[in-house]
Nanobody
Framework: QVQLEESGGGLVQAGTSLRLSCAASGRTFSNYNMGWFRQAPGKEREFVGY???????????DYADSVKGRFSISRDNAKNTVYLRMNSLKPEDTAVYYCAADPFRAGSPRDQATYNYWGRGTQVTVSS
């Protein structure tokens, strides 16, 4: 069982930055694919980005087009934590942000169905 807890959400102004954290349990966190998703009011949950081990100590990240160039994902395996750095925030980034873990690396990291474990989410509100 993997437990995830997001933190760092809040109310910010457009154009500013915010960093979300997701603390995970599990002894092999460094091998997990970690994803970030978000759900805006009245909309379905959507992919934001993921971070995946590509070999050795090298990790790969990919992002939705809507956040590419503004958001970045990093991780600290010693702390079992993955981060979502969000720059140049826009009102349309307002959503509940969820982190998700795929310990088995069994499917597409962009697909929500791939992820076995989810956090409860943290609210990000961007005012114009």
């Amino acid at each position: 069982q993997v437990q995830l807890e997001e933190s760092g959400g809040g109310l910010v102004q457009a154009g500013t930055s915010l960093r979300l954290s997701c603390a995970a349990s599990g002894r092999t966190f460094s091998n997990y694919n970690m994803g970030w998703f978000r759900q805006a009011p009245g909309k379905e949950r959507e992919f934001v980005g993921y971070n995946s081990r590509s070999g050795g100590a090298t990790y790969y990240a990919d992002y939705a087009d809507s956040v590419k160039g503004r958001f970045s994902i990093s991780r600290d395996n010693a702390k079992n934590t993955v981060y979502l750095r969000m720059n140049s925030l826009k009102p349309e980034d307002t959503a509940v942000y969820y982190c998700a873990a795929d310990p088995f690396r069994a499917g597409s990291p962009r697909d929500q169905a791939t992820y076995n474990y989810w956090g409860r989410g943290t609210q990000v509100t961007v005012s114009s």
